[in-house]
């Protein structure tokens, strides 16, 4: 990876440069303290890149997925034929998809870029990838018009004052421009309407220390950071009227798979009788994927709880450590699912259906 590209001030997280034939996006591992594009140029480069988090956010995975399959669609030699062609593309997608299997836009990205590439078969080899490319920047700028969507319906679950609490990175580093869960807060100061802030820390990763209160502060929203734990005592004294959060997957019964935290999130605003959103795009429902319990849930290093951000490790290096990526917070502990085509309510397997229809 080239990690001396430029420095950038605002937060466009991923861009391809046509003129360059280049795939950039922000390094998210290096946020807050460092704000830089790296460029991304090989198979084992962007697969690093989703695995170690340089781009995360289910709808970024996915953006950044569909903008490297066209990427290395140029990689592969013209001598073949059009089937040796898609085979190979199809070996590409297989290992993006393999790099974080809990995000479902990951696999749905690259099951259009490749249902692209079969539909255009026919086309010649400049012709073949222009529809590939263009195949991408229709899936990033329906994001961006989703995100717009889903921010102006879950602003509409507000009242001015009130008090939300969110937990990991559903902002626009995990999606494009407004986010989804962090997009009604960028809104609301947008229109001027006032909405306090409370974002988890999100152990072990830290998404909402370093990228959400880093977002939210940048565009002046009144964001306070609290630790994992500190949720039940925000809640009890009366400062959250609703919990906003991302999501990774939804499966056709609602339940919700999200970063490691939510469901205890759920839990708590049950207890304190708090309403809790899920929002996100409709390519994050997953239909096909019955519940909870269908839903792959990625297991990452355990250093992530033992060493990382510290200065020397935390624990024993014989401690065993048990490190989910994600959890599921069932459906009926959700009062609603945004959507950028609106918000589902109970009983969703009627709800979440009715979408696609």
Not at 214 to 241: F, H, P
Not at 247 to 267: E, F, L
Not at 298 to 310: N, Q, T, V
Request: include cysteine.
């Amino acid at each position: 990876m080239n990690d001396a590209v430029r420095q950038v001030t605002h937060a466009q997280n991923i861009r391809y440069d046509k003129t360059a034939e280049a795939l950039y996006m922000i390094d998210q591992t290096l946020l807050p303290g460092e704000e830089k594009e790296i460029r991304t140029e090989t198979l084992e480069e962007m697969v690093e890149a989703i695995k170690a988090l340089r781009v995360r956010g289910a709808p970024a995975i996915g953006i950044f997925a569909a903008y490297s399959m066209y990427a290395l669609a140029r990689t592969i030699p013209t001598a073949g034929t059009r089937e040796d062609f898609l085979h190979s593309l199809g070996s590409f997608g297989d290992a993006l998809k393999a790099a974080r299997p809990t995000a479902v836009n990951l696999s749905w990205a690259v099951d259009l870029m490749l249902e692209t590439a079969r539909e255009r078969l026919e086309l010649d080899g400049p012709a073949l990838l222009e529809a590939l490319y263009q195949k991408a920047v229709e899936i990033h700028e329906d994001d961006i018009a989703k995100c717009r969507a889903i921010s102006e319906y879950g602003l509409s679950l507000l009242k001015p004052g009130d008090g939300v609490l969110t937990h990991c990175n559903a902002g626009p580093l995990a999606t494009s421009r407004y986010g989804t869960a962090q997009g009604p807060f960028l809104l609301a100061a947008e229109k001027g309407v006032p909405v306090r802030v409370f974002a988890d820390e999100t152990r072990p990763l830290l998404q909402g220390a370093r990228l959400t209160s880093y977002e939210l502060s940048r565009a002046g929203v009144d964001v306070t950071l609290i630790c994992d734990n500190m949720a039940s005592m925000v809640m009890k004294n009366g400062w959250v009227q609703a919990c906003f959060v991302g999501c990774d997957r939804i499966a056709a019964n609602g339940d919700t798979a999200n970063k490691i935290g939510t469901s205890g999130v759920a839990i708590l605003a049950k207890h304190y009788g708090i309403p809790v959103y899920v929002l996100g795009p409709t390519s994050t429902i997953d239909l096909n994927c019955p519940d909870g319990d269908h839903i792959p849930i990625e297991l990452r290093d355990p250093d992530e709880i033992k060493a990382l951000w510290y200065e020397k490790p935390m624990a024993l290096p014989e401690v065993k450590c048990y490190n989910p990526a994600f959890d599921v917070t069932d459906h009926s502990l959700i009062a609603g699912i945004v959507t950028e085509k609106g918000i589902c309510r109970p009983p969703y397997s009627e709800s979440l259906a009715a979408l696609f229809k």
